[in-house]
C-alpha cells in the first residue's frame, strides 16, 4: 500500500506541474514528439524555470526509484535472484544494498537521491566537457538537457502501480528486465540528441561515439 501511495503521490506531482504551467505542459509533449527542435529552445535558452525542471527531475528519480526497489524487494527471496544482481551491479553498489534489501522505504528513498544525483552528476560532467568546445555554456543548459533526455523515466510510474500487484517470477523478470533496457536506451539516444544540439556537433559523429561506448560496456 505504501509504494502505491508514494508512485500515486509521483503522478499527482506530475500532473500538477502540468496544469500549473501550461508551457510545461507544451514543453513534455515537444520534449517527446520533436525533441531536435526543444533541445534548440535549451540552447537558445528559452525554457521553463530551473526550479520546475529540477521537480521533473525528482519525479523520474521517484519512478525508477520506486521500480528498482521494488525489483530489489519483490526478487530478495528468489533462488539465485542475489546472484544476477551480483552481476548485475558493481559490488560497491551491491554490497550495501544486501543489508536493506528488506527495507521498502529506505530502498526507495536510496533509490530516488542516486538517481537524483547521477543526474546532477551528469550535467556536471557535460559542463566540465563544454570547456573544451568554443562556446559559452552554462551549468543550467547541461542540467535542463540532462532531466530533459531523462525523462522517459517518468513512464516507469505506470509500471509502478502494476508491477507490486504481479507475481515476481521469471516473466516478470524478463520484461521488468526488457522495460528497463529500452527505456535506458531512450534516454540515452535522448541524451547524445541533446548534446549534439547543445554543443552543435554532427549527429554522425555524436551517435558514432554514443554507439562504441555502448560496444565497450557490452564487451566490458
Known sequence: LGVLLITFGLILLFFLLMNVDRRFREYAGRSLVRPYNFFSDIRDRRLIPNAQTAVLSFICSGALGVFLATMLVGFSGHDGAGRYFAKLLPSLVYAPLTGISLSYSTLIIAGTALTFSATVLLAGVMRFAAIFIRG?????????????????????????????????????????????????????????????????????????????????????
Request: proline fraction near 4%; charge should be positive.
Open 136 to 220: 559559452r555554456y552554462y551549468f543550467a543548459d547541461t542540467y535542463n538537457i540532462a532531466v530533459w533526455s531523462l525523462q522517459p523515466l517518468s513512464f516507469f510510474l505506470i509500471y509502478d502501480l502494476i508491477v507490486p500487484r504481479m507475481d515476481m517470477d521469471q516473466t516478470t523478470a524478463a520484461i521488468s528486465l526488457m522495460l528497463l533496457i529500452a527505456i535506458k536506451l531512450w534516454c540515452y539516444f535522448r541524451l547524445l540528441k541533446g548534446a549534439g544540439v547543445l554543443f552543435d556537433i554532427y549527429p554522425t559523429k555524436i551517435y558514432g561515439y554514443g554507439a562504441l561506448f555502448i560496444a565497450l560496456v557490452v564487451a566490458i
